[in-house]
């Protein structure tokens, strides 16, 4: 009886690590060549067998075997849609990084655990640097440009942040309302609610590394290439963007605070761009 226990046990430990042995030469692969997603016009995500269908089944298997929630549901139109607008937040803010972005797609496939795919602050300073640009004030203007266009992303991304968030809650009290249910459903719906707010919170955190990430390359800009009215008109983009993160943590709704009209009606006597005012009481 001994021995049949311990040969179970050696052989259930060798079961164990089979993920572990199939993802071995893949993950020597893309060690090698890189992994980093495919993109196509406006630095989209484009098809890929690679990135579509081969990495997220070894991620799946990968997760399964550190033993975190799968889900086998279909995705719903809004959960399809948070991943893709997602994406432009979480790779590297800049795309020739491939060192990043092969984190950040291992990462995003669950063949890597979140914690191991976090893209190093410095990185996009580095690349930012080995860029050739005619005048040094160009890279002051690439970090505004990208902090703006990353602040124009986070809001519509939020609203259909929670949208899922609705269903989710919709989801579990059907869940809980049923008599009985399967096994598989009760697994599925869970692992899908754990799989949401991960991916939330994992874009939580990749905004506020795209924060950090600016901010350091304007602290070595301005100390490498000084330019006064440039370090300030970066510094604003980025804290415009901080703003509306900030905005996007607390549940994405802009409170009027002194329930003030959402635009100032036009007075028939005073007129005038950009200078519009209440109109005038009686």
């Given at each position: 009886m001994g021995a049949m226990t311990g040969f179970g046990r050696a052989d259930?430990?060798?079961?164990?690590?089979?993920?572990?042995?199939?993802?071995?030469?893949?993950?020597v692969v893309l060690a090698l060549t890189g992994c980093s997603?495919?993109?196509g016009d406006f630095d989209r995500a484009a098809p890929s067998v690679m990135h579509d269908t081969v990495l997220p089944a070894a991620g799946d298997l990968?997760?399964?075997?550190?033993?975190?929630?799968?889900?086998?549901?279909?995705?719903?139109?809004?959960?399809?849609?948070?991943?893709?607008?997602?994406?432009?937040l979480i790779r590297p803010p800049w795309t020739k990084d491939w060192i990043g972005g092969t984190l950040v797609e291992l990462t995003r496939t669950r063949i890597l655990p979140e914690e191991q795919g976090r893209v190093p602050v410095v990185l996009y300073s580095i690349f930012l640097n080995s860029e050739k640009f005619r005048?040094?004030?160009?890279r002051y203007d690439r970090i505004a440009a990208d902090a703006r266009g990353d602040a124009k992303l986070v809001m519509?991304?939020?609203?259909?942040a929670r949208r899922v968030e609705q269903a989710d809650e919709e989801r579990l009290r059907a869940l809980n309302a049923r008599p009985l249910v399967t096994e598989e459903a009760f697994a599925g719906a869970n692992a899908r609610v754990w799989e949401n707010r991960t991916y939330l919170r994992w874009v939580s955190q990749a905004l506020r590394f795209r924060i950090k990430a600016y901010q350091t390359a304007v602290d070595q800009l301005e100390i490498e290439t000084p330019s006064g009215n440039r370090v300030w008109d970066t510094n604003t983009a980025i804290k415009d963007m901080e703003k509306m993160v900030r905005l996007a943590e607390e549940d994405c709704v802009?409170?009027?605070?002194?329930r003030?009209?959402?635009?100032?009606?036009?007075s028939r006597i005073l007129t005038g761009w950009s200078r519009e005012q209440p109109p005038l009481q009686k």
């Open positions: 259930a430990g060798r079961a164990a690590c089979r993920p572990a042995a199939h993802l071995a030469p893949l993950l997603r495919p993109t990968a997760a399964r075997y550190r033993e975190e929630p799968v889900s086998t549901f279909n995705l719903t139109d809004d959960e399809k849609l948070l991943r893709d607008l997602g994406w432009g005048s040094s004030n160009a519509p991304f939020c609203e259909v802009a409170e009027n605070r002194y003030t009209p959402d635009e100032v009606l036009k």
